[in-house]
């Protein structure tokens, strides 16, 4: 094993460490929320990892019932939003409310998206679109009140540079992000709105220049980023991709972004380990150790920092029955977390400040963070695929410390911890689950907590941990 030295002075300086990845999550599309076990999902992940906002398509799709024509009159009905609306201030949520789809009362065309049929054509009419948009606002307004719902985010469409979402012209978009924004903020100015949501980073100058020139408020950037994008040929494998991909690539793009947005907030409301939604990297160590190494990367450069999504419990295609499916979600479609699930629920123990970590190895990261109980160390030892690899053994060092630890802690999540998927293949992968089965499964996916030895002497402390591939280790250190 290769040694990995890094070193940490406890009296140096801190940086603010918030947590801007709890800031939303994302899900799939609308009606979901109305199951209940998307809401008990939503519910855990809410208590055990902190979200705060939760994100889907389609809250105007037909299936939702908002919008229709019937006798040559508008009709509209705002329940099933309520109803969704409800769930999520009842366990201290709020929406990040993504204005799409076009109601076929109101569409251009017959072009739509998913097997849900997600029309994604523009407006015939925008002052239509713009009295809907309107109506709904304020009927949210006087059901929650102004103060609640000015704390909402409301962004407009979603991925508008991609045909599979509409024309892919900049003009259509900024037409309709032009007639929204107006319809909310003539609700109240205090309405939060922003755009251009597109994926791979795309359009942002010229979206801040075309609101600067129109004087169109923009209350936030926002903006999507896999790891796949644009790496790789059409047709290659999403190994192939990340393998062609670049470490670090997200840090790259968010901090050309922060620059792009010009100081407004930058809120990216998709990321994920990869843009293929049958990924069965998803559902492995993987996907953990590139969260927690992407997380910790993009400090002071985003507000807000949406995975998608927090289930597998998801419909764009189809939805499957397997346990273990490589769906983008952090929970199977039975409840059993993964490896991901298991890094925010490693982050969100993090304290609210960051010291600085001397050291660089060229697959294994160190971070350093406290709060007034606790001081934890985050190790991971991350590569691409194809990329190389190995068990690292990490010696890490910590100066100036005022008094010795009581105890040190450690969980990990590697192959052979917190990995339920592991086990699933080992009793034969079945599709359907029995009672017992998912019971091992759920005890599998837990970390375990185990007594780590370290050496202190005259307020230095120094302890080693080896990491496997693509393994986390989090150190916690208490009085």
């Not at 899900?27 to 855990?44: F, K, N």
């Not at 790789?232 to 790259?252: F, M, N, V």
């Not at 019971?439 to 307020?459: N, P, R, W």
Request: glycine share 6%.
């Amino acid at each position: 094993m290769n040694k990995a030295n890094f070193t940490c002075d406890c009296t140096g300086s801190e940086k603010a460490f918030p947590h801007y990845w709890e800031h939303t999550v994302g899900s799939g599309h609308a009606t979901l929320a109305l199951r209940a076990d998307w809401q008990e999902q939503l519910r855990r992940c809410r208590k055990e990892l902190g979200f705060r906002h939760v994100r889907f398509h389609g809250i105007l799709d037909d299936d939702m019932g908002t919008f229709l024509i019937e006798n040559d009159q508008p009709l509209y009905s705002f329940f099933n939003t309520d109803q969704i609306f409800d769930f999520l201030l009842s366990i201290d949520m709020k929406p990040l409310v993504e204005l799409s789809f076009m109601p076929s009362g109101l569409s251009s065309g017959s072009k739509t998206a998913f097997h849900y049929n997600a029309n994604v054509t523009p407006p015939r009419d925008y002052d239509a679109w713009a009295t809907l948009i309107g109506k709904l606002a304020q009927h949210w307004v006087e059901r929650y009140g102004l103060k609640e719902v000015s704390q909402w985010f409301f962004e407009v469409w979603n991925e508008p540079n991609l045909k599979a979402f509409g024309t892919g012209k900049k003009s259509d978009y900024f037409k309709l992000y032009q007639y929204t924004s107006h319809a909310l903020k003539s609700v109240d100015v205090s309405l939060r709105v922003g755009g251009p949501v597109t994926a791979k980073n795309a359009w942002i100058p010229d979206f801040l220049d075309f609101c600067g020139k129109q004087k169109l408020p923009i209350d936030f950037v926002s903006t999507h980023h896999y790891p796949t994008d644009a790496f790789g040929s059409p047709g290659d494998d999403t190994e192939t991709q990340l393998a062609e991909s670049k470490r670090s690539i997200l840090r790259e793009e968010a901090a050309k972004a922060k620059k792009q947005a010009k100081g407004k907030p930058l809120f990216y409301t998709e990321w994920n380990s990869s843009s293929n939604p049958r990924d069965k990297m998803h559902d492995e160590p993987y996907a953990a150790a590139f969260i927690v190494k992407t997380i910790m990367e993009a400090q002071g450069l985003v507000e807000c920092y949406s995975y998608w999504t927090f289930s597998d419990i998801f419909e764009e295609n189809y939805f499957p029955s397997e346990p273990f499916q490589g769906g983008f979600g952090l929970i199977t479609i039975n409840g059993i977390a993964k490896p991901a699930y298991r890094a925010y629920e490693l982050l969100h123990d993090l304290g609210d400040e960051a010291l600085t970590v001397r050291g660089h190895h060229d697959t294994v990261d160190v971070s350093v963070v406290r709060n007034k109980k606790a001081v934890t160390i985050l190790i991971t030892n991350f590569a691409l695929p194809r990329h190389p690899i190995k068990m690292e053994d990490v010696h890490i060092t910590l100066e100036n410390l005022t008094k010795a630890p009581a105890r040190a802690r450690l969980r990990r999540i590697d192959h052979d911890h917190a990995n339920a998927r592991r086990r699933w293949e080992e009793i034969g992968s079945p599709e359907y689950l029995s009672t017992d089965a998912l019971g091992a499964l759920k005890k599998a996916s837990k970390m375990i907590t185990e007594k780590l030895e370290f050496d202190y002497q005259v307020h230095r402390l120094e302890l080693n941990v080896a990491v496997p591939p693509l393994g986390i280790a989090a150190i916690k250190l208490k009085d």
